[in-house]
């Protein structure tokens, strides 16, 4: 587990690269929100989500090994769910956007859009820090960043309103594939099904949703 000293304390790197990927990304996606002019609207269940998610991820070994939990209660300070615990909290925050958003009536496009962006703004800022620590992966973790960037020229080139489903459509599946492409680079990948990793599954299902719902919405446009 890397740690890091800051005065007297010493903090888990991970959580801190978190905390700071969080925080930028939560920045873009105000901003995002500002030129859809519903940021006052609205920006506030984005952070109840990240934070419902963040305690979900945290204190998700409650859920998963309660006797460890019950034998050694400090063991929360020091651990967390892992990757069971990340998939818990994306569906417990996941969840709890849908109905915020079936209350505030305000379109899924225009969410998935700000949500998108701030996503990839906090994947860049995490891909950066973890330059500094994971000197195995450093082409990994540079592409990753130059992906980002390529992205994000192409949605400022686009300039078109927030929530277009053809854009996003198109940016979540060049962005998808991307990340296909980029993640066979990575050392000591784990893999999951037919030589692909976890993340890699994710990423070919989101290629494919977002292939066919933009072929949908272009027939359905025409």
Excluded: C
Aim: glycine share 8%.
């Amino acid at each position: 587990m890397n740690t890091i000293q800051l005065g007297p304390m010493v903090m888990n790197f991970d959580l801190l690269i978190f905390l700071l990927s969080s925080f930028i990304g939560y920045l873009v996606l105000k901003y995002r929100l500002r030129m859809a002019n519903v940021e006052a609207k609205i920006s506030d269940k984005f952070i109840n989500a990240l934070i419902l998610g963040f305690f979900t991820w945290k204190f998700s070994p409650i859920i998963f090994d309660p006797v460890s939990v019950i034998h050694y209660p400090l063991s929360l300070l020091y651990f967390n769910g892992g990757e069971r615990g990340i998939g818990l909290a994306i569906a417990v925050s996941a969840i709890f956007l849908w109905v915020r958003t079936k209350k505030d009536g305000t379109s899924v496009m225009m969410n998935l859009d700000v949500l998108g962006t701030g996503w990839i703004a906090a994947s860049a800022v995490y891909h950066l820090l973890l330059l500094t620590v994971d000197s195995m992966n450093l082409v990994f973790h540079t592409l990753h960043i130059f992906l980002i960037v390529v992205v994000f020229i192409g949605l400022y080139k686009k300039k078109g309103s927030v929530g277009n489903a053809l854009i996003l459509f198109q940016i979540m599946l060049w962005y998808s594939l991307g990340i296909l492409g980029i993640s066979f680079l990575e050392k000591e990948r784990t893999y999951f099904l037919f030589g692909f990793s976890k993340e890699q599954i994710l990423f070919f299902a989101v290629f494919f949703i977002a292939l066919f719902a933009g072929i949908a919405f272009e027939k359905k446009k025409g």
